[in-house]
Nanobody
Framework: QVQLVESGGGLVQAGGSLRLSCAAS????????MGWFRQAPGKEREFVAA????????RYADSVKGRFTISRDAAKNTVYLQMNSLKPEDTAVYYC?????????????????WGQGTQVTVSL
């Protein structure tokens, strides 16, 4: 089992920044990928960013490329999502996910564990 707890969400003006954290506990050594997804009201959950276990391979959705950065601190079992140049369309609940055998990091069903989510609201 892996437990994931997100933090760092909040209200920010357009153009601002936030850093989300995802603290993992449990059998984290077995996971081969961690990712961030988001879900806006009335929309499906969508992929944002993902990172492999070694932290040397990242992947981003086109909508956040160049603005968001995913990173991993293995010693703290924590994954971060640095979000810069935020836009109102980034408003959503952001979820952290972890998986043991993730083949396609952008595919939510490949992940085994999910956090409870953290709200990010970007105002004009």
């Amino acid at each position: 089992q892996v437990q994931l707890v997100e933090s760092g969400g909040g209200l920010v003006q357009a153009g601002g920044s936030l850093r989300l954290s995802c603290a993992a506990s449990g059998r984290t050594f077995s996971t081969n990928a961690m990712g961030w997804f988001r879900q806006a009201p009335g929309k499906e959950r969508e992929f944002v960013a993902a990172i492999r276990g070694g932290g040397d391979s990242t992947r981003y959705a086109d909508s956040v490329k160049g603005r968001f950065t995913i990173s991993r601190d293995a010693a703290k079992n924590t994954v971060y999502l640095q979000m810069n140049s935020l836009k109102p369309e980034d408003t959503a609940v952001y979820y952290c996910a972890a998986g043991y055998s993730v083949l396609d990091r952008s595919r939510s069903r490949d992940y085994d564990y999910w956090g409870q989510g953290t709200q990010v609201t970007v105002s004009l």
